[in-house]
């Protein structure tokens, strides 16, 4: 009987996990429908370039092109193609737009993403709020179940001394 019950309880939890998976996977592929309905392709690009400049592969690039740029302006062989001579007016200028152009972009992005991610929060606060009432009905039907057992035991005691007094005659 044990393991009947050690199964059964086995079986009602693989349920449960499946039902939460695929509960959880509609509301992310949901919100990834909207995300993508709602989103311009202004948007998208602000993402993706948010995404670039946000990377390890956007900082190697960016290093090595620094680093040919001040190699090209500076070395005497390669006097006769210099265009911005050192202190590199022109670098800075040049990192002046950039910073420029990708703080606004990046924020764009972030803005995004917090708003969505206040959409999934609302989702899982729900989730946990239904959740916490089946736990709370659960408890209430595990608390009746012990209260008719209490009732249960009570009478069969009751029931198991009269037995007694019967056999012995009183």
Avoid: C
């Amino acid at each position: 009987m044990e393991n009947e019950n050690t199964k059964d309880l086995k079986e009602y939890a693989g349920r449960i996990q499946r039902l939460v998976d695929n509960f959880q996977s509609n509301i992310h592929e949901h919100l990834n429908e909207d995300y993508i309905k709602s989103t311009k392709w202004s948007d998208k690009l602000a993402d993706n370039v948010a995404s670039f400049v946000g990377s390890w592969k956007f900082i190697n690039i960016f290093m090595v092109f620094l680093a040919v740029w001040v190699i090209l302006n500076s070395l005497a062989i390669t006097k006769v193609i210099h265009f911005d001579e050192p202190p590199f007016i022109l670098l800075n200028l040049l990192l002046s737009f950039l910073a420029g152009f990708q703080a606004p972009i990046i924020m764009m992005s972030q803005n995004r993403q917090s708003a969505r991610d206040k959409q999934e929060a609302i989702i899982d606060f729900a989730i946990n709020y239904k959740a916490e009432q089946e736990i709370v009905d659960i408890q209430g039907h595990l608390h009746r179940l012990e209260a008719d057992f209490a009732e249960f035991r009570n009478d069969v005691k009751e029931e198991l001394t009269e037995i007694k007094k019967l056999l012995r005659g009183e």
